[in-house]
């Protein structure tokens, strides 16, 4: 038997003011369509923005559903929208901002399993890394380099 360490860095930006220009613009565009959410029933609400290399950013939002499980998040909106607008174009970053009607959201909040899973899909797929930035409503803000760094034993179609 052996043990073995898994980890990986993170940049931790004080706030939004501290990012470069481009990730603040990107964030701030996650911020508006975080504003938009449809989230009637947790009133948690979460933006996210894609930058891919041709220049583009696609937004998303999470949409609730009365029937939970037919709801989908932020970041699966997005990503799955830069597919289907862009197929094919390398997606450079994603931008993740979260915020509850019933409390203060200031901490980041990472995307949940089934997000990183299929964010994990389009890195593996484009061979280059995504970069994850991810914040609450406002605070400190994560930047990850490669959404691989937060999903270590991710599933991909190799094993198929």
């Known amino acids: 038997m052996r043990k073995?360490?898994?980890?990986?860095?993170?940049?931790?930006?004080?706030s939004l003011t501290d990012l470069s220009e481009n990730d603040r613009q990107l964030m701030e565009k996650a911020i508006a369509s975080r504003a938009k959410a449809y989230a009637p029933?947790?009133?948690?609400q979460v933006g996210a923005a894609v930058a891919l290399i041709n220049g583009e950013v696609v937004i998303g939002n999470n949409q609730e559903n009365a029937s939970y499980p037919s709801g989908l998040c932020a970041e699966r909106v997005a990503i799955f929208q830069?597919?289907?607008?862009?197929p094919g174009i390398t997606i450079e970053s994603i931008a993740i901002t979260a915020a509850s009607k019933n409390h203060s959201v200031n901490h980041p909040v990472a995307p949940c399993g089934n997000?990183?899973?299929s964010m994990l899909e389009y890195e593996?797929?484009?061979t280059a890394p995504i970069r994850v930035l991810f914040m609450g409503e406002n605070g400190e803000v994560f930047k990850?380099?490669?959404v691989g760094d937060m999903l270590?034993?991710?599933?991909?179609s190799s094993f198929l």
């Open 4 to 14: 073995q360490k898994i980890e990986f860095e993170i940049t931790v930006y004080e």
């Open 144 to 146: 990850c380099n490669a």
């Open 115 to 117: 997000c990183r899973q």
């Open 41 to 44: 029933y947790s009133g948690f």
């Open 124 to 126: 593996v797929r484009q």
């Open 82 to 86: 830069a597919g289907a607008k862009f």
């Open 152 to 156: 270590p034993f991710g599933f991909d």
